[in-house]
Protein backbone atom coordinates (compact mmCIF):
# COMPACT_ATOMS: atom_id res chain seq x y z
CA UNK A 1 0.00 0.00 0.00
CA UNK A 2 1.05 3.45 -0.91
CA UNK A 3 1.81 5.72 1.74
CA UNK A 4 -0.14 9.40 1.21
CA UNK A 5 2.58 11.93 1.23
CA UNK A 6 1.73 15.97 2.44
CA UNK A 7 3.44 18.33 -0.45
CA UNK A 8 1.73 20.96 1.79
CA UNK A 9 4.21 23.87 3.51
CA UNK A 10 4.20 22.43 7.00
CA UNK A 11 4.58 26.30 8.19
CA UNK A 12 2.63 27.88 10.59
CA UNK A 13 3.11 31.78 9.47
CA UNK A 14 2.23 34.44 12.34
CA UNK A 15 1.65 38.01 12.21
CA UNK A 16 -0.36 40.94 12.99
CA UNK A 17 -2.20 42.93 10.66
CA UNK A 18 -4.51 45.85 9.91
CA UNK A 19 -8.19 45.06 8.24
CA UNK A 20 -8.82 46.95 4.96
CA UNK A 21 -11.49 46.66 2.74
CA UNK A 22 -12.15 45.24 -0.63
CA UNK A 23 -12.84 47.36 -3.42
CA UNK A 24 -13.85 44.37 -6.06
CA UNK A 25 -16.44 43.66 -3.41
CA UNK A 26 -18.86 45.84 -1.41
CA UNK A 27 -18.55 44.92 2.39
CA UNK A 28 -15.74 42.41 1.74
CA UNK A 29 -12.49 42.67 3.82
CA UNK A 30 -9.17 41.23 3.72
CA UNK A 31 -5.55 40.89 5.35
CA UNK A 32 -2.48 41.13 3.75
CA UNK A 33 -0.23 38.40 3.84
CA UNK A 34 3.51 39.93 4.66
CA UNK A 35 5.62 37.16 2.79
CA UNK A 36 6.70 36.51 -0.77
CA UNK A 37 3.85 33.77 -1.60
CA UNK A 38 5.89 31.99 -4.96
CA UNK A 39 8.43 31.80 -2.40
CA UNK A 40 7.42 30.03 0.47
CA UNK A 41 4.72 27.49 -1.45
CA UNK A 42 6.19 27.76 -5.23
CA UNK A 43 2.76 28.97 -6.72
CA UNK A 44 0.89 31.82 -6.35
CA UNK A 45 -2.89 30.61 -5.19
CA UNK A 46 -2.45 28.48 -1.99
CA UNK A 47 -5.20 26.87 -0.25
CA UNK A 48 -5.10 27.47 4.17
CA UNK A 49 -6.13 27.71 7.46
CA UNK A 50 -6.04 30.63 8.72
CA UNK A 51 -6.77 32.17 12.15
CA UNK A 52 -8.11 35.59 13.31
CA UNK A 53 -7.95 36.39 16.74
CA UNK A 54 -8.03 32.45 17.27
CA UNK A 55 -11.14 32.35 15.26
CA UNK A 56 -10.79 29.13 12.63
CA UNK A 57 -11.14 29.90 9.05
CA UNK A 58 -10.37 27.84 5.92
CA UNK A 59 -9.74 30.05 3.27
CA UNK A 60 -6.89 30.30 0.27
CA UNK A 61 -4.01 33.32 0.12
CA UNK A 62 -4.71 35.17 -3.46
CA UNK A 63 -4.20 37.94 -5.34
CA UNK A 64 -6.98 40.17 -6.17
CA UNK A 65 -4.98 42.82 -8.07
CA UNK A 66 -4.47 44.88 -4.66
CA UNK A 67 -0.74 46.59 -5.07
CA UNK A 68 1.36 47.34 -2.08
CA UNK A 69 2.31 50.91 -1.39
CA UNK A 70 5.68 50.27 -3.89
CA UNK A 71 3.62 48.61 -6.82
CA UNK A 72 4.13 45.15 -6.10
CA UNK A 73 1.75 42.15 -5.86
CA UNK A 74 0.02 42.05 -2.49
CA UNK A 75 -1.07 38.85 -1.75
CA UNK A 76 -3.92 38.67 0.26
CA UNK A 77 -6.64 36.16 3.30
CA UNK A 78 -10.04 37.07 2.99
CA UNK A 79 -11.90 37.57 6.33
CA UNK A 80 -15.25 37.24 6.60
CA UNK A 81 -17.98 39.50 8.04
CA UNK A 82 -19.39 36.76 10.26
CA UNK A 83 -15.45 36.46 11.66
CA UNK A 84 -15.18 39.89 11.70
CA UNK A 85 -18.50 40.66 13.69
CA UNK A 86 -17.78 37.59 16.27
CA UNK A 87 -14.10 39.55 17.23
CA UNK A 88 -16.59 42.64 16.98
CA UNK A 89 -13.75 44.23 15.00
CA UNK A 90 -13.61 45.84 11.36
CA UNK A 91 -11.79 47.65 9.08
CA UNK A 92 -8.69 49.42 10.73
CA UNK A 93 -8.67 47.12 13.15
CA UNK A 94 -5.68 44.58 13.90
CA UNK A 95 -6.01 41.43 14.23
CA UNK A 96 -3.54 38.08 15.18
CA UNK A 97 -3.21 36.44 12.25
CA UNK A 98 -1.90 32.58 11.42
CA UNK A 99 -1.73 30.89 8.01
CA UNK A 100 -0.77 27.43 7.28
CA UNK A 101 -0.90 25.73 4.12
CA UNK A 102 -3.68 22.86 3.90
CA UNK A 103 -4.31 20.17 1.16
Given at each position: ?????????????????????????????????????????????????????????????????????????CYIVGILKGIRSELGKDIGDTVHVTVQ???
Amino acid sequence: MLEARSNANPTVYEYDAVIRSSEIRKGGAYVPFPYEVRQEFGKGRVKVHATFDGVPYDGSIVNMGVKNEDGSVCYIVGILKGIRSELGKDIGDTVHVTVQERE
